[in-house]
């Protein structure tokens, strides 16, 4: 039996367009790939943390870290519904391609942003939980509503809020924050603005018609490229920090030098070629790439691990 | 308000609202079983600290 009669909503037929999305177009609005990589990075700051946590306290842990990354996302597809319907990367989301409304979205990311917190901090520990609630407002009022459509550097001071999640995950075990898990957010925050140029250098007609200031549109392509080989030669030795300083082992130091330079020489190829389909060619290889190094890195760090403490528990 | 102002949901929105309220009941069963492991996790071996 329905709780609510099929015809028991007032409003007229040409008001209301909401009701009718699938649970597959909900589960979109979480940005379901944004959100493995945010698990991913969480579990790796928490199995790298001092201490150890119940399973199922990590579990939950994890769960709510993702779902409040999920909530941020849905977050975002309601404020920039206008811009993504201009960009054919986005143009099928679901709020532009009316799916869902844009109400019925800020409602789904409302909730799960509440829901989220509150469960890591009644499970977990409020310390995390008030860095995953800091996380969603960065990513929503601070980056979206604030310097999305104002600075090219949106994306540079954006990236805080993807760096934060293997920092939650090292304070939902330790209760507090340490120069460790600050080392692991320095990695992600160096290395989202040249995976997002690369991108933005192959869309920046997408992103010029919705007027949004990325850096290629603003201050030109060349200037971009020079950004990406910068921030690169940046990220490279910061990727080998968590061996320098003793926190992960040799095998992960090598995989992050070599990883690092690879980074680099394809950061440098984009900068050479600037003209025509190798030009695209080259920018499409560093972005793929750059998900793929980040990838290894967190996995790699943790995989040794796990490795370096089952052998030292044998 | 007239009855010709009333919306009227087509079967393939009513499949869809069935979805999501088997959905939203799946969750929030999820949730209710999370909260009691959580509880016992936490309670660990005061559960049988109590007067008898």
């Known amino acids: ?314 | 308000m007239a009855d010709r102002d009333l919306i009227e949901l087509t079967p393939e929105q009513k499949k869809r609202r069935r979805a999501r309220s088997i959905a939203i009941a799946l969750f929030l069963a999820g949730l209710v079983l999370l909260f009691y492991l959580v509880t016992i996790v936490k309670l660990g071996g005061n559960v049988a600290n109590r007067p008898l």
Do not use: C
């Open chain 1, 1 to 314: 039996m329905a709780l609510v009669d099929d015809r028991s909503m007032t409003m007229g037929r040409a008001e209301w367009t909401g009701g009718s999305a699938s649970v597959g177009d909900y589960f979109e609005l979480l940005k379901p790939r944004v959100m493995s990589l945010v698990i991913f990075t969480a579990l790796t700051g928490m199995v790298l943390a001092p201490g150890g946590v119940h399973p199922l306290l990590g579990f939950v842990a994890i769960l709510g870290i993702a779902v409040g990354a999920g909530a941020s996302g849905a977050l975002n597809m309601w404020y920039d519904a206008d811009i993504d319907r201009l960009m054919s990367r986005t143009a099928r989301r679901p709020v532009p391609d009316g799916r869902i409304t844009a109400s019925e979205a800020l409602q789904f990311g409302m909730v799960l942003s509440v829901l989220s917190v509150m469960v890591l901090g009644v499970a977990v520990n409020w310390a995390a939980a008030s860095m995953l609630a800091f996380t969603i407002f960065f990513y929503v009022v601070v980056y979206t509503m604030g310097l999305k459509r104002r600075t090219p550097q949106n994306i540079v001071i954006g990236g805080a809020a993807g760096a934060f999640p293997p920092m939650i995950g090292w304070t939902a075990v330790t209760g507090t924050l340490s120069w460790e898990s600050a080392i692991l957010f320095l990695i992600i925050f160096m290395w989202t603005p040249p995976h997002f140029w690369a991108l933005a250098l192959v869309k920046s007609e997408d992103y010029a018609r919705a007027g949004v200031p990325m850096m290629p549109v603003v201050q030109g392509a060349a200037s971009t490229r020079r950004q990406i080989v910068l921030y690169a030669a940046l990220l490279a030795p910061i990727g080998v920090l968590p061996t320098v300083l003793g926190f992960a082992g040799l095998t992960y130091g090598v995989v992050a030098a070599v990883l690092g330079a690879v980074f680099l020489a394809f950061s440098v190829q984009v900068a050479r070629v600037t003209e025509g389909p190798e030009a695209r060619k080259a920018a499409m290889r560093l972005f793929f790439f750059s998900i793929g190094y980040l990838f290894a890195l967190f996995a790699v760090l943790l995989v040794e691990h796990l490795v370096v403490g089952a052998l030292a528990g044998v």
